[in-house]
T-cell receptor, first 111, second 114 residues
Framework: GQQVMQIPQYQHVQEGEDFTTYCNSS?????IQWYKQRPGGHPVFLIQ?????EVKKQKRLTFQFGEAKKNSSLHITATQTTDVGTYFC???????????FGQGTELSVKP | DTEVTQTPKHLVMGMTNKKSLKCEQH?????MYWYKQKAKKPPELMFV???????INESVPSRFSPECPNSSLLNLHLHALQPEDSALYLC?????????????FGDGTRLSIL
């Protein structure tokens, strides 16, 4: 079945450093969503990417969708302690079906 | 603040108990979801309701019984649960039907089975 692999599993950074998490799908996706879950909290929708090669920015966050629509990345510039949490990608394949979540990347930021 | 409200926030129950989890949204969303999330893992889809009708059941054991009384409410009835059912249970809703819609999650119910 469809799988969405996400790496790294954990990332520890010093405040001010950049951070990137990557997702790869075994099949072509129709769209990919990104969620953030703070420790003890619930997933919060960040963004959805639909078009091949799409790049979207939200302040210090940059989201990319690959040309083949099989991979995606989230890049945070100059991390802050408020960025702490687990970032999940979730992809929907071209044949419909349900959203497949990646395993998540847990980000910790040292002040 | 979340616009999807879940109660209770915490629940401890024995394996022979019957309890219910409740979820409410007033955003006019037409799809509602139940997820189970274990620590350090992604949410796992359990059920989907579209226009108040059960559209997806991810082969969930019958000890979990969902109910959608109206377009704003979603319940999850629990009976004879097992210790491995201890988890965070998340409710979510989306404006439209289909997984190409952003999902809005509630704070969840942290369930512990003794």
């Amino acid at each position: 079945g469809q799988q969405v692999m996400q790496i790294p599993q954990y990332q520890h950074v010093q405040e001010g450093e950049d951070f990137t998490t990557y997702c790869n799908s075994s099949t072509t996706l129709s769209n990919i969503q990104w969620y953030k879950q703070r420790p003890g909290g619930h997933p919060v929708f960040l963004i959805q990417l639909v078009k091949s090669g799409e790049v979207k920015k939200q302040k210090r966050l940059t989201f990319q969708f690959g040309e083949a629509k099989k991979n995606s990345s989230l890049h945070i510039t100059a991390t802050q302690t408020t960025d702490v949490g687990t970032y999940f990608c979730a992809g929907l394949n071209n044949q419909g079906g349900k959203l497949i979540f990646g395993q998540g990347t847990e980000l910790s930021v040292k002040p | 603040d979340t616009e999807v409200t879940q109660t209770p926030k915490h629940l401890v129950m024995g394996m022979t108990n019957k309890k219910s989890l409740k979820c409410e949204q007033h955003m006019g969303h037409r799809a509602m979801y139940w997820y189970k999330q274990k620590a350090k893992k992604p949410p796992e889809l359990m059920f989907v309701y579209s226009y108040e009708k059960l559209s997806i059941n991810e082969s969930v054991p019958s000890r979990f019984s969902p109910e959608c009384p109206n377009s704003s409410l979603l319940n999850l009835h629990l009976h004879a649960l097992q210790p491995e059912d201890s988890a965070l249970y998340l409710c979510a809703s989306s404006q439209g039907v289909g997984f190409n819609q952003p999902q809005h999650f509630g704070d969840g119910t942290r369930l512990s089975i003794l």
